[in-house]
């Protein structure tokens, strides 16, 4: 697929997408951003921003399979993959497939389970497996995990490991919308639900034609450096006790070019660096608790890294 045509395609969806999520054009950018690069996002809001309506609305404009997964503290791994049951009438055991053969997931509330189940999703998400009493099954393609938690209420929460928030590509935060954004919201559900409206303009093929063309966007060596000290700096900072990881530096770039591709550009500039690493990154770094009293967070750390460190002139 050429750079222009998927610049078009993602227009359409983001448009779509936009009819159930108003005012909020830069995290349905970065939503789509994320999953054009083959990655999985974290949600991390108060309730009743529109977490949930914007992982339906991406589902439904880019016609795909979508399964919701209500994370509660009974929750059990096997009610996410999957188990084999035993069929008297036949006689034998027989696999039943769980919500996570889908193409979109949507986690709500992961920090509501404890680890063993949020650990189900670790190999799904990285490997794109699922392993069910040792047989390795294939998870469909595309593969889309968007997780949602409440960054308010703790209590009775189970907080994700560093393991698993590496393997989110991005988390953002919603927020409250505009004033004149949130006059329309209620102008839009006084009759019907925007969600409805949502239609696909896309297919299971064109998803995955789109995120093969992401990765031939070029990222110029110098472009690549500057990620590399910008992640360099989050582990030589002296407010961090744990910087971001390879990973991270790989989930940046590859998001980079989502970004670029998305505006129709064949190259990644600074700009997309810049604009990504925040959400990119922050979730990564383990900020000192000596820092976290006196009110340091990631995010300003990362806005520090960025106004320090040079920007190449490609």
Do not use: C, W
């Amino acid at each position: 697929m050429k750079i222009a045509e998927l610049a078009e395609k993602a227009s359409k969806v983001q448009s779509e997408v936009e009819k159930a999520v108003v005012g909020k054009s830069a995290v349905v950018e970065t939503a789509l951003a994320v999953l054009l690069s083959n990655g999985h996002l974290l949600i991390e809001d108060i309730p009743g921003v529109g977490k949930t309506t914007l992982a339906k609305a991406i589902s439904r404009a880019l016609g795909l399979t979508f399964k919701r997964i209500q994370f509660t503290p009974d929750l059990l791994p096997g009610d996410i993959t999957g188990s084999s049951i035993y069929n008297q009438k036949e006689g034998e055991f027989e696999l039943r497939p769980g919500p996570i053969f889908s193409n979109i997931v949507l986690a709500d509330e992961i920090n509501r389970t404890t680890p063993k189940t949020q650990a189900a999703l670790l190999e799904s998400m990285e490997e794109r497996t699922v392993t069910i009493d040792g047989a390795t099954l294939m998870l469909p393609s595309p593969f889309f995990v968007i997780a949602t938690q409440n960054n308010i209420e703790l209590a009775g929460t189970y907080p994700l490991p560093e393991a698993q928030l590496d393997r989110f590509g991005a988390r953002i935060a919603i927020g409250y919308p505009p004033r004149e954004a949130e006059l329309e919201i209620l102008r839009n559900h006084r009759t019907s639900l925007p969600i409805e409206s949502v239609t696909a303009v896309t297919t299971e093929e064109e998803i995955r034609a789109m995120q093969i063309a992401v990765r031939e966007v070029h990222v110029d060596p110098s472009v690549q450096g500057y990620i590399l000290d910008i992640v360099g700096a989050t582990r030589t900072v002296p407010t961090v006790q744990l910087g971001a990881s390879p990973r991270g530096a790989l989930s940046l770039m590859y998001a980079s070019q989502a970004r670029a591709a998305m505006q129709g550009r064949e190259y990644v500039k600074p700009d997309d660096i810049k604009a990504l690493a925040p959400s990119v990154l922050a979730h990564r770094l383990i900020v000192r608790p000596e820092q976290r009293v006196r009110g340091v967070t990631a995010e300003t750390i990362l806005a520090e890294i960025l106004d320090r460190v040079s920007v190449p002139t490609v």
